[in-house]
T-cell receptor, first 111, second 115 residues
Framework: GQSLEQPSEVTAVEGAIVQINCTYQ??????LSWYQQHDGGAPTFLSY??LDGLEETGRFSSFLSRSDSYGYLLLQELQMKDSASYFCAVRDMDSNYQLIWGAGTKLIIKP | NAGVMQNPRHLVRRRGQEARLRCSPMKGHSHVYWYRQLPEEGLKFMVY????????ESGMPKERFSAEFPKEGPSILRIQQVVRGDSAAYFC?????????????FGPGTRLLVL
C-alpha cells in the first residue's frame, strides 16, 4: 500500500536550523511536495521536488532522493512564526496522480 | 487576485441533516480538489473535479457524499444524512493544471461539527 512516514513532533530553538524527514512507500512515485499548516489554518504550499537534489527557496529548502524513497524539509534561521505543522505529500501515478499525505510533523519553536 | 474561498467557515448540523460546503477556486483555475482532515492527521483526498466533470472520486464514500462543479458557480460538496463521524475539517484546493507540479492552493476550510 501507499504510506508516508514523518516524525510527529520536532522541537527547535529560535534562530536554529531544523530538518524534517519524510520517507515514503508508493508504487508510482511522481514527486514530493511540502506544505505548512498553522493551527486552524489552511495548508500552504512550500515546495515540490520531482528530481533528486536540493531545492532552495529563501529560508526553506527541500531535498529528494528517489533511490532512497526519502526527502526532507530544511528550515533555517527559525522564527517563532514557523511554529506549525509540516506535511509531506507524494504525487502518485498509481493513485491517478493525486496527493497522498503524511500525518504531519508539529514543529515547536522555543525562544 | 482573490484566493480560494470556502463557505461557510463553520457549520453545525444535527445527525440526519444535510451539509452543503461551497468552494470558489482561484481565478483562472479550473481544477478543484476536496480533502477531509481529522484532528492531528494529514489530509485525505476525496474528489477531483473540473468544470462540469468529476475526474476522480476514488476517495469519496459511495453513500451520502456527492460533489459537483457546475459551469457557473462554486463547487459543492454535499453530505446527506450526516453522522457524528463526518465531523472534520473539509478543505478545497484549486490548481491551474490537473497533474502539474504538485502545487495546489487551499481555501480556509469548513469545520463541520455534527451533534
Amino acid at each position: 500500500g501507499q504510506s508516508l512516514e514523518q516524525p510527529s513532533e520536532v522541537t527547535a530553538v529560535e534562530g536554529a536550523i531544523v530538518q524534517i524527514n519524510c520517507t515514503y512507500q508508493t508504487s508510482g512515485f511522481y514527486g514530493l511536495s511540502w506544505y505548512q499548516q498553522h493551527d486552524g489554518g489552511a495548508p500552504t504550499f512550500l515546495s515540490y521536488n520531482a528530481l533528486d537534489g536540493l531545492e532552495e527557496t529563501g529560508r526553506f529548502s527541500s531535498f529528494l532522493s528517489r533511490s532512497d524513497s526519502y526527502g526532507y524539509l530544511l528550515l533555517q534561521e527559525l522564527q517563532m512564526k514557523d511554529s506549525a505543522s509540516y506535511f509531506c505529500a507524494v504525487r502518485d501515478m498509481d493513485s491517478n496522480y493525486q496527493l497522498i499525505w503524511g500525518a504531519g510533523t508539529k514543529l515547536i519553536i522555543k525562544p | 487576485n482573490a484566493g480560494v474561498m470556502q463557505n461557510p467557515r463553520h457549520l453545525v448540523r444535527r445527525r440526519g441533516q444535510e451539509a452543503r460546503l461551497r468552494c470558489s477556486p482561484m481565478k483562472g483555475h479550473s481544477h478543484v480538489y476536496w480533502y477531509r482532515q481529522l484532528p492531528e492527521e494529514g489530509l485525505k483526498f476525496m474528489v477531483y473535479l473540473q468544470k462540469e466533470n468529476i475526474i476522480d472520486e476514488s476517495g469519496m464514500p459511495k453513500e451520502r457524499f456527492s460533489a459537483e462543479f457546475p459551469k457557473e458557480g462554486p463547487s459543492i460538496l454535499r453530505i446527506q444524512q450526516v453522522v457524528r463521524g463526518d465531523s472534520a475539517a473539509y478543505f478545497c484546493a484549486s490548481s491551474p493544471r490537473g497533474t502539474g507540479d504538485g502545487t495546489q492552493y487551499f481555501g480556509p476550510g469548513t469545520r463541520l461539527l455534527v451533534l
